[in-house]
């Protein structure tokens, strides 16, 4: 039969796989590599912006501060230049502070939140509010007092402190006092109240307008008018 020739293996109207992929590989476009002054502009365009952008945020933050001398006291914007904020308070949580009175006996003083007083204190005063406070005095012989009550003032650079609300007073020798307030000094190992005291021990029980512990607590004594019940053994 006439007709043109074909090579063995190829299918009629297939395009040899030697010419494909020369069209494959052969790139849509040429790339360009970029000039010496294209290359110069970019780099000047990029310090320019370096520049630009931190002199327009320094404008526009002078434009805010200084607004109101532009446009006058009828401008929308307006800033007021107020007192310097004073800084918060010193809070601590369970808060202990140790010392030792005039006979080097120790005392401590805890409670569950102290704050440092705001307002006017004479140099090196140091007064402190606390909440829950309780103070452990050790007396003489080697017995204590624990004084505890709902809030308390604490001034640290004369060692006194002023128990409010629910003033509870516990003696080694089992005695217990409740008042409404009491004044103590940590260093002489006293303290003191002036309101309706109610005590309870084992001589038996002692309602009273006010309370004394005096001689570093050897003494107690209940002032005012007083009404006592005594406990005593019967032979």
Do not use: C
């Amino acid at each position: 039969m006439s007709g043109s020739r074909r090579e063995p293996g190829l299918t009629p109207g297939v395009t040899p796989l030697a010419t494909r992929r020369g069209a494959m590989l052969t790139p849509s476009r040429a790339r360009v590599a970029p000039s010496a002054r294209s290359m110069a502009r970019r780099r000047g365009f990029v310090q320019a912006v370096k520049y630009l952008l931190p002199g327009a945020a320094l404008i526009l933050i002078a434009l805010i501060l200084f607004w109101q001398d532009i446009e006058g006291k009828d401008g929308r914007l307006s800033f007021r230049r107020g007192t310097g904020m004073e800084p918060a308070a010193l809070q601590v949580t369970n808060p202990l502070y140790q010392g030792r009175d005039e006979l080097n006996r120790p005392y401590t003083v805890t409670a569950n939140l102290a704050r440092q007083a705001e307002g006017h204190l004479e140099p090196g005063q140091e007064v402190i509010n606390l909440t829950a406070p309780r103070a452990d005095i050790t007396l003489n012989d080697g017995a204590w007092i624990l004084l505890e009550s709902r809030d308390g003032v604490y001034d640290r650079g004369r060692n006194l402190l002023d128990l409010a609300g629910d003033v509870t007073v516990y003696h080694d020798n089992g005695t217990r006092f409740q008042s409404d307030t009491a004044h103590v000094d940590l260093t002489a190992g006293t303290a003191q109240g002036d309101r309706p005291t109610q005590a309870q021990g084992p001589f038996g029980t002692i309602v009273s307008e006010g309370f004394e512990i005096q001689e570093r607590g050897a003494v107690v004594v209940f002032t005012g008018r007083a009404h006592a019940v005594l406990e005593g053994t019967q032979r």
